[in-house]
């Protein structure tokens, strides 16, 4: 069993940065390809990017460039750098972990979730 706790949303105007971060519980955290994902309101929840255990990572096209994905397999971390932020950003942030994925950016393929951090970018 995995536990996944996400922070660092909040409130921030357009332009600016923020950081997430997802602290995973386990023994073999870098066993897990761990994955970013938002849901908007009214809007299904979509890949952001993702980073395996080599540490690849995979994003989707509108935040390439924006945002990084990295992670401290010595603190069981994962991290989402979220820079040049705009307000289509704005959603709830979720890290998920899983293994042996086919597809990183499909989310039934992960087994476990956190419980989601708010972004928000407005002026």
């Known amino acids: 069993q995995v536990q996944l706790v996400e922070s660092g949303g909040g409130l921030v105007q357009p332009g600016r940065s923020l950081r997430l971060s997802c602290a995973a519980s386990?023994?073999?955290?870098?066993?897990?390809?761990m994955g970013w994902f938002r849901q908007a309101p009214g809007k299904e929840r979509e890949f952001v990017g993702a980073?395996?255990?080599?540490?690849?990572?995979y994003y989707r096209d509108s935040v390439k460039g924006r945002f990084t994905i990295s992670r401290d397999n010595a603190k069981n971390t994962v991290y989402l750098q979220m820079n040049s932020l705009k307000p289509e950003d704005t959603a709830v942030y979720y890290c998920?972990?899983?293994?042996?994925?086919?597809?990183?950016?499909?989310?039934?393929?992960?087994?476990?979730w956190g419980q989601g951090t708010q972004v928000t970018v407005s002026s």
């Open positions: 386990g023994r073999t955290f870098s066993t897990y390809t």
């Open positions: 980073v395996i255990r080599s540490h690849s990572t």
């Open positions: 998920a972990a899983g293994t042996s994925l086919y597809n990183p950016s499909y989310p039934g393929e992960y087994d476990y």
